[in-house]
Nanobody, 120 residues
Framework: QVQLVESGGGLVQAGGSQRLSCAASGRTGRAYYMGWFRQAPGKEREFVAAVTWDYNSYYADSAKGRFTISRDNAKNTVLLEMNSLKPEDTALYYC??????????????WGQGTQVTVSS
């Protein structure tokens, strides 16, 4: 099993920045892909960004140019730097991990989620 714990959510004004962090523990070797999903009220959970063990990164169109994902394998952490935030970025953000491409395959492991609220 892999345990994921998110931190860093909160309230931010539109145009501002927020950093989310996810710490992994347990059988972290199973977390070849790590990344972030989000779910806004009344909407389905959607992919935001992912990074592989060897640092290849992928982004949803909504995140490109504004969000940056990074990974520290020594510390078993993944960060999501979010800039130029918009009210539509408001959502519960989940850290996720798995052995297969989490863009297309449901992640094996999920965190509990951290709320990001962007005020206009």
């Amino acid at each position: 099993q892999v345990q994921l714990v998110e931190s860093g959510g909160g309230l931010v004004q539109a145009g501002g920045s927020q950093r989310l962090s996810c710490a992994a523990s347990g059988r972290t070797g199973r977390a070849y892909y790590m990344g972030w999903f989000r779910q806004a009220p009344g909407k389905e959970r959607e992919f935001v960004a992912a990074v592989t063990w060897d640092y290849n990164s992928y982004y949803a169109d909504s995140a490109k140019g504004r969000f940056t994902i990074s990974r520290d394998n020594a510390k078993n952490t993944v960060l999501l730097e979010m800039n130029s935030l918009k009210p539509e970025d408001t959502a519960l953000y989940y850290c996720a991990a798995g052995g297969q491409d989490i863009r297309y395959t449901r992640p094996n492991y999920w965190g509990q989620g951290t709320q990001v609220t962007v005020s206009s």
